[in-house]
């Protein structure tokens, strides 16, 4: 990105998210979002995200299959790679749907990047800008175009796709404005078919723009911030003039290191470092159906599921991620296919029998929490169980499935989240708060 000039819901209580986020906040009575800043994200059947935590790198160019089996070796397991945008430096020739399968089957994670429109009052003077009068229009024009790009490479909904916005000059009003507007309308645009939302921005240049509007009800909030800060800090807190309650569940990464060469495995890279607990591209796995006998495919994890289709011994299916289900064969995994449907993992060639298998993630829809204060997270589906620590505003509620519990607010829907801990439905932004949001199954 910056190798070339400047490319680079509220009645539960809110006790402990101070110190949660590390300072204090006040809890504000609200009702939940219907639109503006936590926009419903609405996932299509067989839809799930993925996220990452750990070291990255970008390139200007997607690198050769050969370089990334052979960067196996260095301490990155995702990469970055620009699928389009009007604005998109390099080519990308080696950018296919096959090349995301062979990546993927390596453990790679990706962080799709879509280099669209840019500041009037920033970015390269070549570059194609946004228009303030038309901003709205052309996010979702960027959106749209965006999922075509990601889909043409296999990238499933559910993943999150990054707009690259480069650094500009923020005292100009009407093109901060039209900056906070074109996201607003691509966040919106990807939530409606089911993608998450993710910016790029200079942490000096753009991205105390974003922050704040983080509460405002005028623009759609991003579920990830990704920042360009070229200090050599790893840290994905403290970034000056963001707070920490902000982006806070696994929704932050920073690129700290710009354009340098690295050589690992023999092959040398001209790359920017990055740090990431964030969520990438969701990617179907391909394995094979290893029983004797024909394989139903049920709508949810347990032999009591209905019984949607059969799949032939032998066949191939498409993996999207695991959950837990109902014990078969010594094994309680069960995987999501990309129709929606569970098989046990038992009767799938993936690497292990009786757990989860790499590079497969777990099941999961993340929304964003509504109220303005934040809500409390339970150890059970209700107000009268034990609170186990609270999700900020904005905060993503990774949901594996949902259950009923208490009545809060005309639902008594609850969601578990992958931490294991609750949240009333009442409070995320999903397709409905008062009952049960699909593809999301049941616990």
Not at 311 to 325: H, L, N, T, W
Request: hydrophobic letters at 35%; proline letters at 7%.
């Amino acid at each position: 990105m910056s190798r070339f000039p400047f490319r680079i819901r509220q009645r539960l209580g809110i006790a402990g998210l101070a110190a949660a986020v590390g300072g204090a906040m006040t809890l504000v009575l609200a009702p939940p979002a219907a639109a503006e800043p936590a926009t419903s994200i609405t996932y299509p059947t067989g839809a799930a995200s993925t996220r990452y935590t750990g070291p990255a790198f970008d390139a200007c160019s997607a690198p050769s299959l050969d370089a990334m089996k052979a960067w196996k070796e260095s301490p990155y397991r995702a990469v970055g790679v620009y699928i389009g945008g009007v604005n998109r430096t390099c080519t990308q020739p080696r950018l296919t749907a096959s090349w995301v399968t062979e990546v993927s089957k390596l453990g790679w994670r990706l962080l799709p990047i879509y280099k669209g429109l840019q500041p009037a009052c920033g970015a390269r003077a070549q570059d194609e800008k946004i228009t303030p009068g038309s901003a709205a229009e052309e996010g979702k024009a960027a959106a749209a175009d965006a999922i075509a790009a990601a889909t043409a490479r296999g990238m499933l909904p559910g993943s999150a796709l990054y707009n690259d916005i480069e650094q500009y000059t923020s005292p100009d009003s009407t093109c901060r404005n039209s900056v906070l507007t074109y996201l607003s309308a691509w966040t919106k645009a990807l939530h409606a078919r089911g993608y998450l939302s993710g910016v790029y921005m200079n942490l000096n240049h753009g991205a105390a723009d974003l922050s704040a509007v983080y509460g405002s009800t005028s623009h759609a909030r991003p579920d990830a911030l990704w920042i360009a800060r070229y200090d050599g800090s790893t840290s994905l807190s403290g970034w000056s003039g963001i707070p920490d309650s902000q982006w806070a569940a696994h929704q932050r990464a920073k690129q700290y290191s710009n354009s340098h060469d690295e050589t690992h495995g023999g092959v040398k890279i001209n790359i920017d470092s990055n740090q990431l607990d964030a969520p990438v591209a969701t990617v179907a796995h391909t394995y094979t159906v290893t029983s004797e006998a024909v394989l139903k495919a049920r709508r949810t994890p347990s032999t009591s599921g209905t019984v949607v289709r059969s799949v032939a011994p032998g066949s191939s299916v498409a993996v999207v991620c695991q959950k837990p289900g109902a014990t078969v064969g010594g094994t309680s995994v069960w995987d999501q296919l990309s129709d929606g449907t569970f098989v046990s993992d038992h009767y799938v060639s993936t690497p292990s029998k009786t757990g989860y298998s790499a590079p497969l993630p777990r099941c999961a829809h993340p929304y964003q929490v509504t109220p303005a204060g934040g809500v409390n997270q339970r150890t059970g589906p209700g107000t009268s169980y034990a609170t186990a620590g609270a999700l900020p505003s904005g905060a993503l509620a990774w949901t594996t499935c949902q259950a009923p519990g208490t009545a809060v607010s005309g639902t008594s829907v609850w969601n578990k989240l992958d931490s294991g801990h609750w949240v009333s439905d009442y409070y995320v932004a999903n397709a409905s708060n008062t009952t049960y949001s699909k593809p999301v199954p049941r616990c």
